[in-house]
T-cell receptor, first 113, second 113 residues
Framework: KAGVTQTPRYLIKTRGQQVTLSCSPI?????VSWYQQTPGQGLQFLFE???????NKGNFPGRFSGRQFSNSRSEMNVSTLELGDSALYLC????????????FGEGSWLTVV | SQELEQSPQSLIVQEGKNLTINCTSS?????LYWYKQKYGEGLIFLMM?????EEKSHEKITAKLDEKKQQSSLHITASQPSHAGIYLC?????????????FGPGTRLSVLP
């Protein structure tokens, strides 16, 4: 069974640009969440999608957005990139319902220059 | 909001030694997850604890959740170089529903051969 797949794995962008990251969840998983990991702030929750609807949102500015498609695949977008957006972005998926384990992808390394 | 603290921040042990990592929550835990991360990679699920006093083991790793459900420990017996990495504890939301986890800052483990 394939795990959570994230693309691209590495990318470099310039300040002011925008970026889109993609995540394919484990087959059958309908809940997809995104996390940002930096050395200074650690692992922080961005948002979660379930059945194409944003169910939870972390404390990030509106420049960070996401969406989920009918096949549960998800994308996140960051507009007007800032140097501080450089981070490892992790996607996770789980089955619906309480008490389910979330499984993480390998992440997308974003460097903003 | 819920916060998780981990101790120690980093740990260097000789191969074959036992070690313990602690995770303390500011609020009652409704679901406590342990993950391992190799630098720059995704998180690997280790164990999930939900009930007070619960203990789970997998190979040489044992995790416990205290009766009050505010502290968890991860114990590695006879450590090996393959155990090296960053160990993160994560807490599920209060109703254990949804994926908006809060994570501790991590404990960096090095195992010397």
């Amino acid at each position: 069974k394939a795990g959570v797949t994230q693309t691209p794995r590495y990318l470099i962008k310039t300040r002011g640009q925008q970026v889109t990251l993609s995540c394919s969840p484990i087959s059958g998983h309908r809940s997809v969440s995104w996390y940002q990991q930096t050395p200074g702030q650690g692992l922080q929750f961005l948002f979660e999608y379930f059945s194409e609807t944003q169910r939870n949102k972390g404390n990030f500015p509106g420049r960070f957005s996401g969406r989920q498609f009918s096949n549960s695949r998800s994308e996140m977008n960051v507009s007007t990139l800032e140097l501080g957006d450089s981070a490892l972005y992790l996607c996770a998926s789980s089955l619906a319902g309480a008490g389910n384990t979330i499984y993480f992808g390998e992440g997308s390394w974003l460097t903003v220059v | 909001s819920q916060e998780l603290e981990q101790s120690p921040q980093s740990l260097i042990v000789q191969e074959g030694k036992n070690l313990t990592i602690n995770c303390t929550s500011s609020k009652t835990l409704y679901g406590l997850y342990w993950y391992k991360q190799k630098y720059g990679e995704g998180l690997i699920f280790l164990m999930m604890l939900q009930k007070g006093g619960e203990e789970k083991s997998h190979e040489k790793i044992t995790a416990k959740l205290d009766e009050k459900k505010q502290q968890s420990s991860l114990h590695i017996t006879a450590s090996q170089p393959s155990h090296a990495g960053i160990y993160l504890c994560g807490a599920a939301p209060f109703d254990n529903y949804g994926q908006n986890f809060v994570f501790g800052p991590g404990t960096r483990l090095s195992v010397l051969p």
